[in-house]
């Protein structure tokens, strides 16, 4: 059974940093690209960031640029995002799926074949 499960969410300060782990199991996680998604409360779902599956080549929507970065570990089946000069408005649930696309108009989406229940980032003002 596919399983991505994410850890590392927490109450920060706007300005502090975070960063999440995903770890995959039960499917070829070498052959997938894997992005970082959130939701808010109320909000509809957005794509944060997205990595290659072979190159490890990496994308980020427009709102996190420069702040966030994205990378994975194929060995350990792990992809991680650090999350730097955090703001309220990045206040939400954040889980990983796959596989992820990035075009310059859409920015980051996808993730419609595997995902986890998320992990819940809490940026207080």
């Known amino acids: 059974e596919a399983q991505l499960v994410e850890s590392g969410g927490g109450l920060v300060q706007a300005g502090g940093s975070l960063r999440l782990s995903c770890a995959a199991s039960g499917f070829p996680f070498d052959e997938y690209s894997i992005g970082w998604f959130r939701q808010a409360p109320g909000k509809e779902r957005e794509g944060v960031s997205c990595?290659?599956?072979?190159?490890?080549?990496?994308y980020y929507s427009d709102f996190v640029k420069g702040r966030f970065t994205i990378d994975r570990d194929n060995a350990k089946k792990m992809v991680y995002m650090q999350m730097n000069s955090l703001k309220p408005e990045d206040t939400a649930v954040y889980y990983c799926?796959?596989?992820?696309?990035?075009?310059?108009?859409?920015?980051?989406?996808?993730?419609?074949?595997?995902r986890g229940k998320g992990t819940l980032v809490t940026v207080s003002s």
């Open positions: 799926a796959a596989p992820c696309s990035y075009y310059h108009t859409e920015g980051v989406y996808g993730g419609r074949d595997y």
């Open positions: 990595i290659a599956a072979i190159d490890h080549s990496t």
